[in-house]
């Protein structure tokens, strides 16, 4: 079974169609990147997988839970998919300890002492143990991200959705932070990103996904995919995108 299976899905708003009959089966460890034009329905699509957007037709499954079911509880569903935006993903009156461990304390009810030890070791996988006492503006855009990266890994998620974490970010950052997501990709996770860095797309995703005009427009593996685009639409856009 896929963990992440979406059928056919159609979302609107009003009578704008922004995705049109998407199907996309994710499998465990996978790391798909989602490429594409502005308004093409990249972020549509990742933010169908955890539920933010209620859909109009189609079927979105996680883990073989129908998350447009009404009956699904998606507080929960939400425990094992991890989010992260483009922007002001931490909370400004917290600590970055207090970042992390909100959730730990609040979803699954840990004592403090272990939701600091679990806050100091999701900091050393992104790199930053010495910062569990700073606070969110005390650190670079790209130490911001990849807190917000760690507080993500504290709740064990099985999938991270990853939706132009580095677009915000100087460009001397964005290393830091792509380098984060290689090590995760390293260690089994699940990923779902969408993405402008092609030349990181190609290294780490297994697949590619360009999305165009709220259509699954091309897929396949990365390098194939971006090596010898199949259709015009993929062609021009990446000849944008690398020029
Ligand atoms: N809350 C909303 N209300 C109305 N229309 C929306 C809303 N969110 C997105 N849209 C529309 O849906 C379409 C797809 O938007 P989406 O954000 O998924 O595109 P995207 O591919 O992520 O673009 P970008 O690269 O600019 O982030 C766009 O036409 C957008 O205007
Ligand atoms: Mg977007």
Known sequence: MPLVDLKDVVKRYGTNTVLNGVSLSVEKGEIIAIIGRSGSGKSTMLRCVNGLEPIQGGTVAFDGTIVNDPGTDLRKLRQHVGIVFQSFNLFPHLSVEKNITLAPKVVKGMAPAEARRLA???????GLAEKIDAW??????????????ARSLAMSPQLMLFDEITSALDPELVGEVLKT??????????????????????????????????KIWEEG???????????????????????
Not at 136 to 149: E, H, M, Y
Not at 186 to 209: C, N, P, S, Y
């Open 120 to 126: 100091e070791t999701v900091l050393r996988k992104v």
């Open 221 to 243: 593996p990365a390098a194939a995919t971006l090596g010898a685009p199949r259709t015009p639409e993929l062609e021009t856009f990446l000849s944008a995108v690398l020029h």
């Open 136 to 149: 969110p503006d005390q650190l670079s855009g790209g130490q911001q991200q990849r807190v917000a990266i």
């Open 181 to 214: 997501l290689e090590e995760m990709a390293r260690e089994g996770m699940t990923m779902m990103l969408v993405t402008h860095e092609i030349g990181f797309a190609r290294k780490v995703a297994d697949r590619v996904v360009f999305m165009h005009h709220g």
